[in-house]
């Protein structure tokens, strides 16, 4: 919010049935996350309430209609419960489709928020992409839902952590269908927007971009598939004519590899496994996701909903304080940088 020496993260309160309540009563426990934020939650007072119980530590719940009752007090968690965000008849590490319908209206609701600039930027909780489908709701992932919302139309996943820096070209897909989205035009748009993201949200200008291949060895020049030969390579091409210094297609196999040796700033992956098997390998506890492309900063944990563990107190919040951190660091980034082009 304009005026205010710390950003506004609205944190969306995920699946009242799995760790996304828990996790963020820890993280708001965290003193870091309040000098580097104001945070308040958008979801259900009570099942916040709990969630300092189930973690077994000392917090109390603010429950508020408005952004603006706000008080931003350590220990004492804003809430902010939309209409039909009320969850009844929980029972933890289960489909609730109360809960997930509820879950959907946090969306919606930090949503709105965050495009009248109410927010600052929106951090959310995992979501059961099963129960949300059984709940009435056509949803892929919070990524395809979010852009949904605001008709955005060039977007992608973005994941920051153990020092890398990965795009995915595509998202929620099955194996089976990747190849059908490894098309010239869509590589080169997501070339095209991360160099955009990685100068605007992390100032790095001019970024070294390393592009993986879709098949074994890229290809091997057409002998294991020819994406590489008809869509990747042309993208490139195209990409480096305009100035991007972007390189590949690099082998998977070898594509973090040369990324650890700092030989790229970023690397744009295929498909989800390919760049989240390495990312998570290397730190998984502290992994944020980024939606880039959207009209507002929009960070996430790198976990779902953990339903074998939720309720246990048990779960691990290090990715949500960072996802919290990191939304409001980008938000002083991005707003720094709007001020410094006046």
Do not use: W
Not at 236 to 261: H, M, N, T, W
Request: with cysteine; glycine share 8%.
């Amino acid at each position: 919010m304009e005026g205010m020496s710390k950003p506004v993260i609205g944190i969306t309160m995920g699946d009242a049935a799995g760790i996304g309540p828990e996790v963020i009563a820890r993280a708001l426990l965290e003193k870091s996350v309040y000098q580097a934020s104001l945070p308040l939650v958008i979801g259900d007072a009570e099942i916040m309430r709990d969630a300092f119980k189930i973690i077994k530590r000392k917090g109390d719940v603010n429950p508020i209609k408005k952004v603006c009752d706000a008080k931003f007090r350590f220990g004492r968690v804003d809430v902010l419960s939309p209409p039909d965000g009320r969850v009844e008849n929980l029972v933890m590490g289960q489909i609730n489709l109360s809960a997930a319908r509820a879950a959907v209206k946090y969306i919606e609701e930090a949503t709105t928020l965050v495009m009248k600039r109410q927010l600052d930027a929106i951090t959310t909780a995992p979501v059961n992409k099963e129960a949300i489908r059984k709940a009435g709701v056509y949803f892929d992932g919070h990524t395809e839902f979010l852009a949904q919302l605001t008709n955005t139309k060039k977007y992608a996943m973005m994941f920051v952590g153990g020092g890398f820096y990965v795009v995915l070209l595509t998202t929620h897909l099955p194996i089976r269908r990747i190849s059908n989205f490894v098309i010239r035009e869509k590589v080169l748009k997501t070339i095209n927007l991360t160099k955009e993201t990685m100068e605007s949200y992390f100032n790095i200008k001019n970024p070294r971009i390393g592009v993986s291949g879709l098949n074994p060895h890229a290809g091997e020049s057409g002998v294991f598939g020819q994406e590489e030969i008809k869509e990747i390579i042309p993208a490139i091409r195209e990409a480096r004519e305009a100035g991007i210094d972007v390189y590949g297609p690099v082998s998977p196999d070898i594509l973090f590899f040369k990324a650890k040796k700092k030989e790229f700033d970023v690397v744009i992956v295929m498909y989800h496994d390919q760049g989240l098997i390495p990312l998570k390998m290397a730190d998984f506890e502290r992994t944020v996701n980024i939606t880039i492309g959207l009209p507002f900063i929009r960070t996430s944990v790198d976990h779902g909903v953990a339903y074998d563990i939720a309720g246990k107190g048990i779960a691990n919040h290090c990715s949500m304080v960072e996802a919290i951190k990191l939304a409001a660091k980008l938000s002083r980034t991005v707003v720094k940088n709007k001020s410094g082009k006046k």
